[in-house]
């Protein structure tokens, strides 16, 4: 087997990784700035107070990160330990990270009809990594 085999898709996982980790940053940082910062280092007992329109849309994003991103990871590392990566789990990978790197900016400029195609984008990623594992690709 090519040693090169699934460096594609596991780069693409750790960088999803990384860009998981910015999405918790800048959400944070946003809804700080909005909240305060005595809020977030209290237990939170009350609720949360009103936040702006950016620091929703980032927090929303990274909510919908944690969403997708088991729903990919799962798929990358089968297709490696199986050994079915190929073209298409190669270019699965890639679109899923490049779509989601996108969908961060979109989303928190509020780009309403670009954020759903850049969404979907992300998922025929997972799609294609989904169908290689399972070895219908």
């Known amino acids: 087997m090519n040693m ?17 980790l910015v999405h918790i940053v800048i959400a944070s940082m946003a ?6 910062l005595p809020y977030n280092l209290s237990s939170r007992d009350e609720p949360c107070p009103p936040i702006g329109k950016t620091a929703g849309r980032l ?5 919908n990160f ?17 050994h079915r990566q190929d073209n298409m789990s190669a270019m699965g990978a890639q679109l899923y990270f490049w779509a989601r790197l996108v ?3 979109v989303y928190a400029l509020g780009i309403q009809v670009v954020r759903t195609i850049v969404w979907a984008v992300s998922v025929v990623g997972i ?11």
């Open 4 to 20: 090169a085999m699934g460096m594609t898709e596991t780069t693409m996982l750790l960088w999803s990784v990384v860009l998981g």
């Open 31 to 36: 809804v700080n700035k909005d909240v305060g």
């Open 59 to 63: 927090a929303r994003a990274a909510a």
């Open 66 to 82: 944690r969403e997708t991103f088991g729903l990919f990871a799962v798929p990358v590392i089968l297709v490696v330990l199986l």
């Open 103 to 105: 969908y961060l900016p």
């Open 127 to 137: 799609v294609m990594v989904l169908l290689a594992a399972l070895g219908l690709a």
